[in-house]
């Protein structure tokens, strides 16, 4: 975090002191009295999260009015029992696991359940009750026991949902794979003012800054049936990028900004707040004020582990020069998650090394000349730092190594090269980026920056601007992804199809078309 006043700071500290105590069962707010809610309470659906060998999050939020203005989701200021059960049949006449959890207006009446003592790799179907209302059912499954060797793993990654700018037509086509995880990668929500053309305009109708706002934003995606139907299908694995706080931010600094304010690091704070409320997160991902951890590490049994990265909160700001740029000194994952990757990819025995991450990490040229034109956002922007990283991969001997982008709203693979400017030098990975479900409307197959990145990288081998979802399928011998696009979003319905398709064999860094 940057420098801040001391008072200001541990100001910002204390604001998250009732969530804490929130999430640890205490509430300043009274128990519920008897009756019922003002409304069916579970208008935002179900999701599930995070999964582990022998347990996952279960997530719901508790709103009989969910765009309510003041982000209270027309729930009473009082403490709610949620029941909640597991069991292994759609029926629930095999429940395996079952129990209540408080929702507390401190935490906008969200449900986080940490379940346990569940079987490895195993379906399960989870519902919750409150009084004499049910929820929707939904469908999770939990990650192989950590020495099992899972003969596949098939997961969708996606990011980039602008409500205004196209229909989450995507997500029931997902919803409809079979899957045994999502993976999101950011831009959840957006922060701005749009209200689009095709019917579907931003709540509120103002760019949002305070608790009560983001939540709103949140609630209004989270009623679109689409998007409920793919986290009531599969568990997710979430990660933010920028606009579910502010475009371009950089850890305490808003976008433009010369350095940190207290200002922004209060709204930091609301919109962590609300992200949380709103994913199925474990506790340890709870927020204090403006800090939240969110990087973390799943395993699929010897498969696979994913290395879920934050690249916001910890940044450097964007270089204004380029002796900036050249700083070995900046960071895009700060010093502590640069070491914790490292480390992490060097211990790994799993077979694939994955980097779930937000921004574009092979360099992205959109010079085709001598010179460089790179963006100051993305891991072009950081490149000391991208070098790093690529140097513990290799120095490390870590193999199989696979980055997961989105970001960009684009579809594209590249090779990742030891050095850039070599292109005889080594390939130690694939980078796999991913389009969004609707940020930038129906697209096109091509465009002007696919020219120039096709024309000035010759490590990157594809590129589309459609929009969709990729579906990856991974076994020991092979990594295959699959570009699942959509030629339109701006009216609901259209149907989706594969563009490409391209493998990494185990063994050989690199991405080949199929």
């Not at 305490?252 to 949380?276: C, H, I, K, M, V």
């Amino acid at each position: 975090m940057g420098q801040l006043d001391r008072r200001g700071f541990v100001g910002l500290m204390g604001a998250g002191t009732g969530v804490a105590l929130a999430i640890a069962g205490f509430s300043v707010a009274p128990a519920m009295a008897a009756g019922r809610l003002s409304g069916y309470p579970f208008t935002l659906g179900v999701a599930s999260g995070d999964p582990l060998p022998d347990g996952v999050v279960l997530w719901t939020r508790l709103a009989p009015k969910p765009l309510a203005e003041d982000g209270k989701g027309g729930m009473p200021q009082v403490i709610v029992p949620v029941e909640w059960e597991v069991a292994e049949d759609d029926n629930f006449r095999r429940i395996v696991a079952a129990g209540a959890e408080r929702a507390t207006p401190e935490l906008g009446h969200s449900v986080h359940v940490e379940v346990k003592g569940l079987r490895p790799g195993w379906v399960y179907f989870y519902r919750f009750r409150v009084g004499q209302d049910v929820s929707p059912v939904g469908r999770t499954k939990t990650a192989p026991a950590l020495d099992a060797s899972p003969d596949s793993l098939s997961f969708a990654f996606a990011s980039c949902q602008n409500y205004p700018a196209g229909y989450f037509t995507a997500y029931k086509h997902m919803a409809a794979e079979d899957l045994d995880l999502v993976v999101h990668l950011g831009d959840y929500i957006y922060e701005g003012d749009s209200q689009g053309s095709i019917g579907r305009p931003h709540l509120p109708a103002a760019e949002i800054y305070s608790l009560a706002d983001y939540r709103v934003r949140h609630a209004q995606h989270k009623t679109d049936e689409d998007l409920q139907a793919a986290h009531a299908a599969f568990p997710w694995l979430v990660t933010w990028d920028d606009h579910e706080v502010e475009n371009n931010y950089a850890n305490a600094t808003r976008n433009g900004d010369a350095g940190p304010s207290e200002e922004f690091l209060q709204r930091r704070a609301a919109a962590y707040q609300a992200y949380y409320e709103f994913m199925p997160l474990r506790r340890a991902a709870l927020p204090n004020g403006p800090d939240m951890q969110l990087y973390r590490r799943l395993s699929y049994g010897r498969l696979a582990d994913f290395n879920v990265l934050d690249g916001r909160q910890y940044r450097s700001r964007q270089a204004d020069t380029q002796a900036e740029r050249d700083d070995p000194s900046r960071t895009m994952l700060g010093a502590q998650q640069e070491r914790w990757l490292a480390d992490g990819l060097g211990a790994s025995t799993r077979k694939w090394k994955v980097l779930a991450q937000q921004t574009v990490m092979a360099r992205a040229d959109r010079d085709p000349g001598p010179g460089l034109s790179l963006s100051d956002d993305n891991w072009s922007g950081y490149e000391p730092a991208r070098q790093r990283t690529f140097d513990a991969v290799a120095e490390r001997g870590v193999d199989n190594f696979v980055v997961i982008t989105g970001d960009a709203h684009c579809s594209m693979v590249a090779d990742l090269k030891l050095n850039f400017d070599d292109q005889n030098s080594p390939t130690i990975g694939a980078e796999f980026l991913g389009t969004s479900i609707a940020s930038g409307g129906d697209g096109a197959d091509m465009d002007a920056r696919g020219e120039s990145w096709l024309a000035s990288n010759p490590h990157m081998m594809y590129y589309n601007q459609r929009r969709g979802y990729v579906r990856c399928r991974v076994t020991p011998d092979e990594w295959r992804s699959d570009y699942r696009v959509m030629p339109y979003v701006t009216k609901p319905g259209a149907p989706v199809s594969t563009h490409a398709s391209f493998v990494v064999e185990a063994g050989r860094p690199g991405a080949q078309a199929d």
